[in-house]
């Protein structure tokens, strides 16, 4: 139909203007009528058929066409499971990883406990490398129950496990069982007024083990007692998660991050020593 209208070179009181708009390397013309009297492209004017536009009542009608690109109607959101995807940024604004916190509870009907890995610390040397001045831990949270699935944590008590007590806890065998004792005092002038004691023991139908924390406190005048059974499945996961934080509780997972290929020829500069190898002493 443009043909014929461009075809003929009479006078005319419409007009087509031919813009094109960017829309990609497939981009069509945007075509538009309105009250003038010629056809207006990049380069040529043409003049419109009197008799086509003898229709038209009036010089209000506009109409276009705009062409779009196929990939316009999709959808251009990042898939959900794109590999290189996040809805969390891995920096926050400031240009630090921002802080996570985990922690797994269990809940039973006389206690709770909640399980929270803590990280170590690292202090800076001369050298502008870091060292781990205080290696992490994982927190133990007791809290009685206080009604049917309600639990007092404004009466929590907690115990820290060590990496050397975790060892304890995830080589323990199905009738096995331990103890840890801490003062959290120690070295303190009110050493030994506060006594913490965490007993690991195998149920007796062998389903599981009983966690038992008893604290003393003769500062507060407080002699409390919160134990809390694990089945196995639940003591499976424990063990599972120990194993797998431990290494980023020693902070050996920064030293990982840190290797590079040419490390095996040099010589740490934080060890004045050279050489210190088991074969070479």
């Known amino acids: 139909m443009v043909q014929q209208l461009l075809s003929s070179s009479s006078s005319s009181n419409f007009s087509i203007g031919a813009q094109f708009q960017n829309h990609g390397p497939t981009s069509l013309p945007y075509l538009s009528l309105s009250s003038h009297n010629s056809i207006i492209t990049n380069t040529t004017q043409f003049k419109l058929p009197r008799n086509w536009v003898s229709h038209v009542s009036s010089s209000k009608l506009s109409l276009s066409v705009n062409c779009r690109q196929s990939s316009e109607y999709f959808d251009k959101s990042p898939p959900r499971f794109s590999p290189s ?16 916190f985990v922690g797994h509870s ?5 206690a709770a406990l909640t399980v929270e890995p803590k990280s170590p610390e690292f ?6 490398a870091f060292k781990v001045s205080r290696e992490g831990y994982v927190l133990l949270q007791f809290a009685p129950a206080a009604g049917v699935r309600q639990y007092d944590w404004s009466r929590k008590q907690v115990f820290s496990l060590s990496v050397t007590e975790i ?3 995830v080589s323990l065998g199905e009738k096995e069982s331990c ?12 050493e030994g007024k506060v006594r913490k004691v965490l007993k690991v023991e195998p149920l007796p139908d062998g389903s599981g083990y009983f966690f038992n924390l008893s604290v003393q406190n003769k500062l507060l005048n407080l002699d409390e007692n919160v134990y809390i059974p ?3 499945a639940e003591f499976a996961v424990l063990v599972t998660a120990f194993n797998f934080v ?10 990982a991050d840190n290797i590079k290929p040419d490390d095996s020829n040099r010589i740490n500069s934080s060890n004045t020593r050279t050489g210190d190898y088991e074969w070479n002493r």
């Open 85 to 100: 995807y996040s809805p969390n940024p891995s920096t926050t604004s400031s240009g630090f990883p921002p802080k996570v």
């Open 106 to 110: 269990i809940y039973k009907g006389k």
């Open 123 to 128: 202090v800076p040397l001369d050298s502008g």
């Open 167 to 169: 060892g304890s806890l």
């Open 179 to 190: 103890e840890f004792f801490h003062d959290p005092n120690k070295g303190k002038s009110d």
């Open 230 to 232: 694990i089945s196995k």
């Open 246 to 255: 431990l290494p980023y509780l020693l902070g050996w997972n920064v030293f």
